[in-house]
């Protein structure tokens, strides 16, 4: 059972992006994000799009550590761009200031280029950030981000308890998958068989236990710390810390040059969105 | 020579309890002995160790008078980061004191603290990795280690701080027979190779004097009742006053009504001077009563050549077969991750196996979903915690039959009726969280119980628990057996629980069915219990010194005879209660 459920958690393996600083990671990840909140011109998201996908191919990541959420992440993803076309219909006109209708729904909706456009435009957005994410967080060694971070001035409480965290997780999603096991032999049927009211009613019945398993052991590992010495010093050295490499001067250096080219590209003619209407 | 332990006169309470936990502690430990500390669960042990490493009174709090030192210090003034430098203390549960993402970084965490530049700290990792025997393992994740590597990674953790006195507070409790003791052994050899005193806070006796301890304590309430050398506290009765179990050669011997003698060193049964009590033995095994396991139900539960992986080419479970008999009490033991409990996950119907059939009652059950499985076959697991979710006691007991929408005054009367016979109709109306932990077990079994199911299925009913909890657990599950007739299967590593109440034993390994004999057979196979990591019963080795023909067979009647005692006090307070 741990072996599935080893969802979104870091594994080692051997590739040039694993072997990144988490700093670098880091940094490469919000600039990243950045860059693709700010612009909506096509041109540099689908470079975007580009990079991110083969980042995640050399990443060597397999589909089922990211496939349940993405699947989740399409769903929101939809649901989004739906909203959007209801609701305001012709925010695509209103940007690109012109309006060519290509069939009429009902009442006063119509389909426009513009707004499918415009559509286009936030589906890839998720585009390229989503693979960006992934690559992040399956090759990222927890304990040596926490280290780096520690190494940029964050204090080594809050580093540490990111990577004590991410310990924990499959430890705990294995106690999940146990109680809810025993809960459903007992007749609390968790499956899509159950009605949502039932579900959501009898969520109680693993979320008490898991709760009360969970605070124990916290006590336990809180303990543990203290009797081998955590918050001892003002300071703490990390056995899994790794200085940057040259590898992660090149990273940081493409990022930080990308980034200023990918904005001043969008910005130039002072609209964040590239017009293929004029 | 100056002990490195001393307490004078000390007593403490907690600030949460009304009576004190420690009444006037009088003990004093020199350096590089091995005291063990014993009791039953609630005499005060833990308490002591706490006191020793400071968490009493630095991180939990109460009233204490007399004093304390350790190593020239007081506890309460160094804190528990300065006793931290002088005492290294190996929780009981592995998998709470494994901190780092990987072995290395686990045993690097003390270091870490201490802010020791990463050069040094990579050399002193790798060295203590020797001490502990881990070089190999030094990347692997915790969930890839089992329970004896992460004890390994445990004592490795406290080691690399260079400590003056290393405290186990019940480090055989998680542990199968066989690991238990190499960890035993594991502490012997590193009280060789350095200079420390080691503290072991165990009730598993028998486990702990597989290798020589130089005295033992026995606590009960708060209060020392002895401190002396194992051979002379084995030739008292001071342990089974106190409710901790001797060994089991012991109590063999001491039935015979001999009186050991020190100078025969009774510590270990294998160098122990056997010679006066030969005879005596022979002659209680010729007259003791022959035990009758003889069941002639029909079979309830088939599993018929069962195979699991969960990759293919990985398999997890191969060919593995056996038939549970109406009635039966029956117990499945093998090393940690052999399959047990992927096994129990089969039957249960969590997961589903890639060939063979589990039968119930000659039917096949593979249709049936887990809900309508739980109907027949009830899992109660190892902590009460893991499945306790109503505050009642009558709401979690009923709500099997509630969600089954069952009509509320027939759940009413089932719950009642379940509750009688589990005992805890008294406490029907209270608050779970009122209970103890022997009676939150209960719980759980009772709220199996109301289903009214064929066969239980107990993933590890005793761990942890102290002989007075372990004997009133089993004794309960006995007489529900007896009373009810269900077929009753024990996922367990206690071979004393395994010889004692069940009446036969499916030994797993490596995913495949070892053998499945009576437990008498299988504790007395030196080539079963290497192959699944149990541990022969030191009453085969009482036998085969003694020279009986049929040296299993001791251990057969051995449980006959107990167990006819036990009836006997049953049957005298029954009326008088």
Known sequence: MAVNSRLLSYEHKDTWIHDLSGVTKLIFFLLW????????????????????????????????????????????????????????????????GSRTEISHLFGNCYVTKEQLFYLFNVVIKYFTIIPAVFAFMVTTDPSEFAASLNGLGVSYGISYSIAIALRYIPDIQEDFH?????????????????????????????????????????????????LRGFGKKKKRTWYAFRPLRRNDWMVLVFIVVFSVWALVFTFRDGSRFYNPFL | MEPIIEFDRFSFRYRSQTEPSLYDIDLKIYPGEKILITGPSGCGKSTLARCINALIPCSLRGESSGTVKVDGEVPEKAGIFGMSKKVGTVLQDTDGQFIGLTVAEDLAFALENDAVPQPEMRERVAQIAGTVNLQKLLHHAPGELSGGQKQRVSMGGVLVDNVKILLFDEPLANLDPATGKR????????????????????????????????????????????????????????????????????????????????????????????EPYREAVRK??????????????????????LCFSYFSGEPVLQHVSFTLKKGEMVSMVGRNGAGKSTLSALICGFLKPDSGAILLDGKDISPLSVKERGERIGLVMQSPNQMISKPMIRDEVGLGLTVRGIPEAEVKERVEKTLRICGLYPYRNWPVSALSFGQKKRVTIASILVMDPDIL?????????????YTEIMEFLLEINRTTGITILMITHDMHLMLEYTDRAIVIADGTLVTDDTPAHVLTDDAITEKADLKKTSLYDLAVRCGIPDPSELAERFIAYERADTKKEEEVPADGR
């Open chain 2, 457 to 469: 299925i107990l993933d590890e009913p005793t761990a942890g628990q102290d002989y007075r909890h």
């Open chain 1, 33 to 96: 994000c950045i860059v693709s909140a700010l612009t909506y011109d096509t041109r540099v998201l689908l470079i975007m799009i580009a990079v991110s996908a083969a980042i995640l191919l050399m990443s060597k990541t397999k589909w089922n550590q990211i496939g349940a959420v993405f699947k989740l992440i399409m769903v929101f993803m939809i649901l989004n761009v739906v909203a959007i076309f209801f609701m305001s219909p012709y925010q695509g006109c209103q940007i690109y």
């Open chain 2, 183 to 274: 960890t035993i052994a594991l502490i012997d050899d590193i009280m060789k190779m350095k200079e420390v005193t080691a503290i072991i806070i165990e009730h598993r006796l028998e486990d702990v004097l597989y290798r020589d301890v130089d005295r033992i304590v026995v606590m009960q309430d708060g209060r020392i009742v002895t401190d002396r050398k194992p051979d002379d506290l084995l030739c008292s009765s001071v342990l089974t006053e106190c409710g901790v179990r001797e060994p089991l050669y012991v109590t063999a011997i001491k039935y015979t009504g001999m009186q050991i003698r020190p100078e025969d060193r009774p510590q270990h049964i294998e160098s122990m001077n056997v």
């Open chain 1, 178 to 226: 146990r109680i809810r096991n025993a809960q459903e032999a007992r007749g609390i049927e968790m499956s899509a068989k159950a009605k949502l009211s039932d579900r959501i009613k009898r969520t109680s019945s693993i979320i008490f236990p898991l709760l009360f398993s969970t605070m124990s052991r916290i006590d336990v590992v809180s303990n543990a710390m203290e």
């Open chain 2, 284 to 305: 209680w095994f010729r007259e003791a009563p022959v035990r009758d396991r003889q069941n002639d139900n029909n079979a309830i539960l088939e599993v018929k050549d």
